[in-house]
């Protein structure tokens, strides 16, 4: 018998870890970071209801940080088993993890000088070494390849989303219960669509846009008519952005407008570190998305890559139209928030929100009207124009992962919606109950489950 702890992802968008665990056999499913509010953020402090040196393999779906981001808190406190992903997320691994370990090291470094912390000396939760470590034990797996860990079996499947990004099926005696990961959506600008579910008897299934749709309007016209204004007023277009998939986006989407006449030409500036290294794996993996080599190419000309905090500094004294693509995606951290600090108190500028704000997160009160933000313990007035454009989701809205669910070849013995906020995973068991009359639970966080 199979039995699920759910360790995080459970309540919540972020910190998803799922332990799969037979009488022989423990699998991490997910090593992810909480994110958001604070409360949320402390969890990550807390060690794992599990001995790690007990957990026999890790599996990532993907590589975003609430999915990958506590991996060098397990290898530094003594996991010693494999991590297994496929190659696009093992790749990315090794970018975003040392990212993840070297901005922690530098908000703890700015917190201590500036003194606003309240833990003296403030510490990260990693460093970039230990975050070097982990991601150097990430091994790649091929998508038709079956995996034996134990006493049970494992398979990736394409969940869309980003590069990379995988269902994760783990079957023992028979039974099989499918991780959706983050599902994508069928009609992404860059990424291909989620592979069907196939025929799990159980589901562990996200539910972030659960309670949403995506709006039927045209995001690549609502973006060009954004830059036309910001540029017509001279000011500059700050764009929050996750360093991967969504930041490949964007730099697509302002491609298309340069080249179709939607919006003037302007100078971008895409301040991640990052960029040319993802910007490599997407020239690589060209099954996982849908441009090919030369049309990769010209989409990162569109935009000048920033790479050293004296270039980024330098971005604050420079005068607009200009548009500034920047990590992190929800303003928890990153580069972006100097810029923030620079540019959101004059209202001939604008930030764009592209896609979902946890709550708890400075994206979070921006689109919730805030006037003003805390950041590095100073409160920054918000003058500038926000716009929140939720055409760039990633994600499968509600009709999308409702179609996903659906189209399982026989109906699963239980599905368990995770990694969605409470309302957003209640409108979706409704949702799958009513239309498809599955038996839906939502976990709560440490709860153990029996796959009888």
């Given amino acids: 018998m199979m039995k699920i702890q759910f360790l995080g992802g459970a309540g919540t968008v972020t910190g998803s870890k799922f332990l799969v665990e037979t009488r022989a056999t423990r699998v991490l499913v997910d090593c992810g970071l909480f994110q958001g509010l604070k409360a949320l953020r402390l969890r990550n402090r807390k060690p794992l209801p599990v001995r790690v040196e007990d957990i026999d393999a890790v599996v990532l779906t993907h590589a975003h940080i609430d999915h990958s981001g506590y991996l060098p808190v397990v290898v530094r406190d003594g996991f010693r088993g494999p991590i297994y992903a496929t190659a696009p997320t093992r790749d990315l691994v090794g970018i975003l993890l040392p990212d993840s370990g070297h901005l922690q090291e530098e908000d703890a470094r700015y917190a201590n000088l500036e003194k606003f912390s309240k833990h003296h000396p403030a510490l990260p939760l990693y460093t970039e070494a230990d975050a070097k470590r982990a991601a150097g034990r990430v091994q790649a797996v091929p998508r038709d390849q079956t995996l034996e860990v134990g006493d049970v079996t494992i398979r990736f499947g394409r969940s869309g989303h980003i590069l990379g990004a995988s269902t994760v099926a783990i079957e023992h005696r ?26 799990p008897d159980f589901v562990v299934m996200e539910s972030t846009y659960g309670d949403r749709r995506h709006p039927t309007g045209d995001p690549l016209e609502m973006f060009g008519a954004l830059v036309t204004r910001v540029v017509e007023r001279g000011g500059v277009l700050l764009i929050p952005s996750f360093a991967v998939g969504r930041a490949q986006l964007l730099l697509y989407c302002m491609h298309r407008l340069f080249e179709s006449g939607q919006a003037p030409r302007v100078p971008v500036y895409l301040n991640s570190p990052m960029a040319s290294d993802v910007t490599e794996l997407f020239r690589r993996y060209h099954d996982e998305h849908r441009l090919d080599a030369a049309e990769s190419a010209a989409v990162c000309a569109v935009a000048r890559i920033v790479a050293s905090v004296e270039e980024s500094i330098e971005l604050n004294r420079r005068k607009g139209p200009m548009v500034i693509i920047s990590a992190s995606g929800m303003l928890t951290g990153g580069r972006i928030l100097h810029h923030v600090k620079e540019f959101a108190p004059d209202p001939k500028n604008a930030i764009l929100l592209p896609g979902f704000q946890a709550a708890g997160t400075r994206g979070a009160a921006l689109l919730n009207g805030a006037d003003e933000l805390k950041i590095h313990g100073k409160y920054v007035p918000i003058r500038a124009e926000v716009v929140h454009v939720d055409g760039f989701s990633a994600h499968a809205d509600c009709d999308g992962l409702l179609r996903w669910i659906g189209a399982c070849s026989k109906p699963p013995n239980q599905v368990f919606l995770v990694h969605g906020e409470p309302g957003a995973s209640d409108a979706l068991r409704q949702r799958i109950e009513a239309k498809l009359g599955y038996d839906v639970t939502i976990p709560e966080l440490g709860e153990t489950i029996s796959l009888g």
Avoid: I, W
């Avoid at 028979?174 to 025929?199: C, K």
């Fill in 174 to 199: 028979g039974r099989t219960v499918l991780f959706s990961g983050d599902l994508g959506r069928n009609d992404d600008l860059l990424m291909q669509p989620p592979q069907e579910p196939g025929s």
